[in-house]
């Protein structure tokens, strides 16, 4: 009988690391559409993005219950508490990633009914892929318990951090230089913010993968504490 249990704990824990997944798969979709309609101006494209975020949404609150459901049933101690923990906090990030993909989504189209009149000549697309990389990078360390791997998402995010403030600058200098260009220019930083937003959520991810394998608590840790930490 408790092998039987066992197993059906198992699987219910395979199951909901599974879901993490296949959610973090529509989100990475979430995104790679909304970067690409921001050129193509595909309404189609980006109508689906916005409609997408009630399925990232749903994943998200089917998750948690699942996950508050197996520690009410199963109560799991050590390891198992510590997946579960690292799911819920997962699952939040990944909202909060399907969210921003919709705002990039609607400046997009905000973009596009304007016919790009007036739009500052921005090079966005490299930081939106290295934020892409980040994401399905922590997925991988998720799916393998891949420490290294984490950490090297964390160490990326200063790069995003870095593209943004420049992107930032540019956009300055176009605005003071021709006032027409402000609009545009405005929306096209709410769209390099909601990158920068994403790389951090994929920083937080992988900190949550280093907690699952070892234990520790790496929010808030500069990058050469948590490698001391994790020597």
């Known amino acids: 009988m408790s092998e039987h249990i066992s197993k059906q704990f198992d ?3 395979e199951s909901v690391r599974s ?13 790679l559409r909304a970067v690409e309609s921001l050129d193509s101006g595909d309404m189609e494209r980006i109508e689906k993005t916005i409609a997408d975020d009630h399925r990232v949404n ?3 609150v089917g998750l948690d219950e699942a996950c508050v459901h ?7 101690a050590a390891g198992d508490l510590r997946l579960l923990i690292t799911v819920i906090k997962t699952i939040t990030d990944l909202e ?18 304007a ?18 990389a980040m994401l399905r990078q922590s997925l991988d360390a998720f799916a393998r318990l891949d420490v290294a791997e984490a950490m090297r998402v964390v160490k990326q995010d200063s790069a995003v951090d870095d593209e943004f403030r420049a992107i930032m600058r540019q956009l300055i200098t176009f605005m003071m230089e021709d006032p027409r260009t402000i609009t545009r220019a405005l929306e096209i930083l709410f769209i390099a ?15 949550y ?13 500069s990058v050469d504490e948590m490698e001391r930490l994790l020597d």
Not at 96 to 110: C, H, N, Q
Not at 117 to 127: A, D, N
Request: proline share 2%; glycine share 6%.
């Open 11 to 13: 699987a219910e824990l």
């Open 19 to 31: 879901r993490v997944l296949q959610m973090g798969g529509l989100v990475e979709e979430q995104i």
């Open 58 to 60: 749903a994943l998200e």
């Open 70 to 76: 197996i520690i009410a049933r199963r109560q799991p």
């Open 96 to 113: 909060r990633i399907g969210d921003e993909a919709e705002k990039i989504a609607r400046m997009a189209k905000l973009i596009h009914a």
């Open 115 to 132: 016919e790009r009149q007036h739009m500052p000549r921005i090079e966005i697309k490299h930081v939106a892929q290295r934020a892409v």
């Open 193 to 207: 913010k909601a990158i920068e937003r994403i790389g951090d959520h994929a920083k937080n991810m992988s900190e």
């Open 209 to 221: 993968v280093i907690y699952l394998v070892k234990g520790r608590d790496v929010r808030h840790v």
